[in-house]
């Protein structure tokens, strides 16, 4: 059901007479296949990941997952992963010419601050982590936050929620231009776009709400390697005793991966 609902031709992949051996054979092949689309090819290897992930949820936690949700995540993981993801080949090829693979943070004009925001993803009942930090043209720390949250059901989602409270304090802390920078292309491009998401419908119309409230605000995507400041915070917030933290200055944990984006 939830490959037929993939769009994926079921009549092999599904057949118990065929050994499990060629059905991934058939799915090697399919990915290989330079004539299909990327997420048709690697789709798959994501479905079985949530199919996988599905039958420990009803398992362990009495838990059944809707095979259109199985789908939708796999969808979601698929894209995710493209977007994040660059062929070594690609790498080699851009990397002097794409200026976001480099691994300095950037900052952003004199009249303008930037606000990097990561998440520190874990599934479900599990706590995850969120980190932001607000740095001016100088680079120096004007504000930053870390907190835990319950985990959601996807990265895009805890992402959100990050951006949420980075948008959020921002504007509490009275700073109205301000440049919100993520390495989660598919959420900056949905940002951007507009876009619709039934999974992150309400997450977008949050994030749409705050927009006005700002004199001046942009969503930017770089690569991992320019936000480790905010992936350092998300990661250190699951560590702590508190559940939130805020900074009105630079803490001194986070001082060395500050002085390393300007080194």
């Not at 939830?2 to 054979?25: H, M, V, Y």
């Not at 994040?84 to 010419?97: F, P, S, Y």
């Amino acid at each position: 059901m939830i490959w037929r609902a993939a769009g994926f031709q079921t009549s092999q992949l599904c057949d118990n007479g065929i050994p499990p051996e060629e059905k991934l054979r058939i799915i090697f092949q399919m990915h290989n296949d330079s004539r299909v689309d990327r997420v048709t090819r690697f789709m798959p290897f994501w479905l079985m990941w949530r199919i996988w992930k599905s039958g420990n949820d009803l398992v362990f936690n009495h838990t059944r997952t809707k095979f259109q949700t199985t789908v939708e995540m796999a969808l979601n993981d698929t894209k995710e992963w493209l977007d994040n993801t660059m062929t070594n080949e690609q790498q080699n090829g851009n990397r002097n010419a794409d200026p976001s693979r480099n691994t300095k943070w950037s900052p952003p004009g004199r009249d303008k601050l930037k606000c990097n925001y990561d998440a520190s993803h874990h599934e479900r009942n599990t706590v995850s982590g969120l980190g932001w930090i607000l740095r001016n043209s100088q680079g120096t720390v004007i504000e930053c936050g870390m907190g835990k949250f319950q985990g959601r059901m996807t990265t895009e989602e805890a992402e959100c929620s990050t951006l949420i409270w980075a948008i959020q304090a921002s504007y509490g802390f009275g700073h109205k231009k301000v440049i919100f920078e993520g390495d989660n292309q598919t959420i900056t491009r949905m940002i951007n776009t507009k876009s619709s998401n039934p999974r992150l419908q309400h997450f977008l119309d949050t994030i749409q709400s705050w927009i006005p409230s700002f004199e001046s605000i942009e969503f930017s995507f770089k690569h991992r390697e320019q936000n480790g400041c905010a992936d350092f915070l998300a990661k250190q917030a699951i560590k702590e005793n508190t559940q939130w933290s805020l900074f009105h200055s630079c803490p001194y944990f986070l001082s060395p991966y500050v002085n390393n984006d300007y080194s």
